[in-house]
C-alpha cells in the first residue's frame, strides 16, 4: 500500500540546517510529483516546494527561495528537503505529498504525518 514517512525535524538555532526525507513505499517515486507543505500552529497548511515527475522544482513560498533544495535520491526512493539559513518563521511541521495523477504538483493523492521543526535560540 501507498505510504510516505517524514523523518530528520528537530530543534535548531537560527541560522542552522536541517535536511529533512520523505520516504515511500508502495510505488516508485522516480517520475511522481513530490510537494512539501508546512503548517505552523493557528495558520493554514502553506504549500513549501515540489519536484514533479520531469525533476523541475515548482516554489509556493518566495521565502524559501535561494535557502531550501528539493531533490530525490530513486535507489532509494527518497525525496528531500534541505532547509539551510533557517529562520524563526520556518518553524513549523512539515508534510510531504505524492501527486500520482499528472506529476505536475497539481493535485495530491497521499500525504505523511508530518515532522516537527522548530528554529529557536
Known amino acids: 500500500q501507498v505510504q510516505l514517512v517524514e523523518s530528520g525535524g528537530g530543534l535548531v538555532q537560527p541560522g542552522g540546517s536541517l535536511r529533512l526525507s520523505c520516504a515511500a513505499s508502495?510505488?516508485?517515486?522516480?517520475?511522481?510529483?513530490i510537494g512539501w507543505y508546512r503548517e505552523a500552529p493557528g495558520q493554514e497548511r502553506e504549500g513549501v516546494i515540489c519536484i514533479s515527475g520531469d525533476n523541475s522544482t515548482k516554489y509556493y513560498a518566495d521565502s524559501v527561495k535561494g535557502r531550501f533544495t528539493i531533490s530525490r535520491d530513486n535507489a532509494k526512493n527518497t525525496v528531500y528537503l534541505q532547509m539551510n539559513s533557517l529562520k524563526p518563521e520556518d518553524t513549523a511541521k512539515y508534510f510531504c505529498?505524492?501527486?500520482?495523477?499528472?506529476?505536475?504538483?497539481?493535485?495530491?493523492?497521499?500525504w505523511g504525518q508530518g515532522t516537527q521543526v522548530t528554529v529557536s535560540s
Open positions: 505529498a505524492a501527486d500520482l495523477m499528472d506529476n505536475r504538483c497539481y493535485e495530491y493523492d497521499y
Open positions: 508502495g510505488f516508485n517515486l522516480e517520475h511522481s510529483a
